[in-house]
């Protein structure tokens, strides 16, 4: 009895609660939005896709449903032929549903991730907290920072440098130039250390062009590096210190002195999990080497 008990458990799905693998799980060659939140998980991933869905509606306009058959075209199929096909358009209509927005479990505590599909996570955030800022609207009660990621690869010294040489051309390699800063935050994660990290992408950044220059106060460009467990996430984002860091709570905030600038925007702006500081900050003129700490 109590073999046959369990063999019936196992069929049916009696360890359905344990975690799927595989596309529910933060992985390699993602993309999208890495979204920190204060002990609401469930709730920090409702008022994503309620904000996510509604700036994409504005940028790309709606999700459009899936196409299903004309009748004249169901009518010359046989019952079975008709039956394959349904299931095959329910499958295609749910796979479409979520087209552009999937939550993944992302690996650590108050931590959620959106995977996005056929959209710029970069273009989609920077445009909701642009709004934000102009009409200091509190659209979120749970969320705290949004960052778009559009790169991920493995969280190991090796293979971050080969994705980060050719990632971060797009923005640094010469005749380009910018003056930037280095974010890295890492999460359930000791594949690489902080200080190795930032010396290896400020190295990287000073080969593709000596002239990028860091700036710690108000940069051009932030490179946010976010590690969970074996996954290095990776975006480069601007407005970085105007829009407090990203962080939704702040960036909607009015603020209490106008003449407040960017070194006073970034020293005000604060949260829990990432208490962003300089810590080092080393140029050579002789060979372009920048080295920026940013926690």
């Excluded at 529910?24 to 994503?48: D, F």
């Excluded at 010359?76 to 329910?90: G, H, N, P, R, T």
């Amino acid at each position: 009895m109590s073999d046959t008990r369990k063999r019936s458990r196992k069929r049916f799905g009696g360890h359905a609660h344990k975690k799927q693998k595989g596309s529910r799980e933060l992985e390699v060659g993602a993309q999208g939005v890495l979204i920190t939140c204060n002990m609401n998980e469930r709730k920090c991933t409702s008022e994503a896709f309620s904000l996510l869905n509604e700036y994409a509606d504005a940028l790309y306009g709606p999700e459009q449903p899936t196409d299903s058959l004309s009748e004249d075209e169901e009518a010359d199929e046989d019952a079975e032929a008709a039956l394959k096909k349904e299931v095959s358009q329910i499958q295609l209509s749910m796979k479409t549903h979520q087209q552009r927005f999937t939550a993944v479990d992302s690996g650590a505590n108050n931590v959620v991730f959106i995977r996005t599909h056929g959209v710029d996570p970069e273009k989609l955030v920077h445009h909701i907290l642009s709004d934000l800022h102009q009409t200091k609207k509190r659209k979120s009660r749970v969320i705290l920072r949004m960052l778009p990621v559009s790169g991920t690869c493995r969280a190991f010294p090796e293979d971050m440098e080969k994705f980060l040489s050719e990632y971060l051309e797009r923005w640094f390699k010469a005749p380009l130039r910018a003056t930037y800063q280095i974010c890295f935050k890492a999460r359930n994660s000791s594949h690489s250390k902080r200080d190795d990290v930032i010396k290896a992408v400020a190295g990287l950044v000073g080969k593709m062009n000596p002239l990028n220059k860091v700036d710690l106060t108000n940069p051009e460009l932030s490179i946010i590096i976010e590690i969970i467990k074996s996954v290095c996430c990776v975006s480069v984002v601007t407005d970085y210190t105007l829009f407090r860091k990203y962080n939704l709570q702040e960036v909607a905030k009015e603020p209490t002195n106008q003449s407040t600038g960017p070194q006073e925007a970034a020293n005000q702006t604060q949260e829990h999990e990432c208490g962003e500081r300089a810590e080092g900050d080393d140029v050579s003129s002789g060979n372009g080497r920048k080295e920026a700490e940013l926690e």
